[in-house]
């Protein structure tokens, strides 16, 4: 799983991704400095570049257990 939050959200704040995160092994948290709630259009560049990366280096059998949960 891949988690992404800006660390300057006040609606969803980083601890309730660092929170999602801990429940789930294996999974990516990043936090998006001088970010706040428009994710997309503050870090879009940044958070295509993460979901390409997290899809190229994961498994595909973690993939497919994931689907599976």
């Known amino acids: ?3 992404i ?4 959200d006040r609606v969803a704040v980083p601890e309730s991704a660092l929170n999602i995160a801990k429940e789930r092994p294996k ?3 990043v936090g998006l400095p001088l970010c706040g709630h428009n994710m997309l259009n503050e ?5 295509k570049r993460l979901m ?3 899809i190229l280096n994961t498994p595909s059998d973690e993939v497919k257990s994931a689907k599976l949960k």
């Open 52 to 54: 390409v990366e997290f």
């Open 43 to 47: 870090k879009g560049n940044d958070i």
């Open 1 to 3: 799983m891949l988690v």
């Open 27 to 29: 999974t990516w948290l």
């Open 5 to 8: 939050t800006c660390l300057l």
